[in-house]
């Protein structure tokens, strides 16, 4: 069984007013805690390099000092944290993400290290890096938990201490790595709305939600209902296509665009996206954008249009293209 991340996002917005998003995110992690039978810790942490994912949106502290205070001891254990990323951003946009993926890929790096605060309590997954999947966390990980980050930290140090393997990682950061965002896209990227909209049918992928939880199941159901409805103000053809299924099938049947959600601060998003982003709050948005599935142009619109909502930035979205 895994657990579809974007849609998990999707609906804990869907199921939850705007102030209560929060405590959803949390008892789903909390299932998904229950549900995870929790890997052996791994003999080779001083030997590979880990990618960190910081989740901060639990914790009221910014995700860089949660960075700051987690990398230390590990790395006078001599475990090698090669780059710190926001875990949202990684998730949250699936260009971005493969782009991600690829790159760490042809590095060889071993593992992707999950770090999030739930119900008083650091928690650490360790997730191999081939089993990441945009849209799914692996249920079977190692986990770890503490009151605090830095004693979360400590914890996983000391145990990498005793097991004694020799250090193989020799050019360690003093401090985390940030990720400077590059541009994530394969083709050019367009402030406008792509002319041939009009001529060729455009595929929006339904929510979905893997999961036997009749409430989750249901929730899904009515989105993909919701979504249907605004979807009536595309003023073209379109058609909801089916979650998961690949670009390259989609394009044999002839589909030329696809509609691409993604998901994060309004901050990391711009910076993705290619806007100017100084100064601009972390408040979560999202912001929909048409991808050609051919060679990969996208096509932002002519004006941001993110919202706190799905349903909103879709209507935007739609909105602007009825009225271009």
């Not at 400590?154 to 990682?169: F, T």
Request: hydrophobic share 35%; net charge negative; aromatic share 14%.
């Amino acid at each position: 069984m895994r657990i579809s991340y974007l849609s998990m996002l999707i609906y804990i917005i869907l199921c939850a007013p705007v102030q209560a998003q929060y405590s959803f995110h949390q008892a789903n992690i909390t299932r998904i805690q229950k549900e995870t039978n929790s890997l052996p810790f791994p003999d080779d942490l001083r030997s590979e390099q880990l990618i960190v994912l910081i989740d901060d949106r639990n914790s009221e502290e910014s995700w860089f000092k949660i960075a700051s205070q987690f990398h230390e001891p590990l790395k006078e254990a001599g475990v090698d944290l090669s780059a710190y990323y926001r875990f949202s951003t990684v998730l949250g946009t699936k260009d971005f993400f493969k782009n991600f993926k690829k790159y760490y890929e042809l590095r060889e790096i071993g593992y992707i290290a999950w770090i999030y605060f739930d119900k008083n309590l650091w928690n650490f997954r360790l997730i191999p890096l081939d089993k990441l999947l945009f849209g799914n966390l692996p249920l079977k990980t190692y986990i770890e938990t503490d009151p605090s980050i830095k004693g979360l930290s400590s914890k996983l140090a000391r145990k990498v201490i005793r097991q004694d393997k020799k250090r193989k990682n020799l050019l360690i950061p003093d401090e985390p790595l940030f990720y400077n965002y590059t541009d994530p896209f394969e083709g050019k990227r367009f402030d406008n709305y792509n002319i041939n909209l009009q001529s060729f049918k455009l595929a929006v992928p339904k929510f979905h939600y893997i999961s036997e939880d009749p409430e989750e199941q249901e929730a899904i159901k009515r989105a993909n209902e919701e979504l249907a409805k605004i979807m009536d103000l595309y003023p073209f053809e379109y058609e909801l296509t089916e979650p998961g299924e690949e670009e390259d099938v989609l394009a044999r049947k002839g589909f030329k665009f696809i509609l691409i959600p993604s998901y994060g601060s309004e901050h990391d998003l711009k910076k993705i996206l290619g806007y100017k982003y100084e100064n601009i709050p972390d408040n979560v948005m999202f912001k929909y954008y048409i991808r050609q599935l051919s060679d990969g142009d996208i096509h932002l619109g002519p004006d941001w249009d993110g919202a706190e909502t799905w349903q909103k930035a879709l209507k935007n979205h739609l909105n602007g293209i009825t009225n271009q």
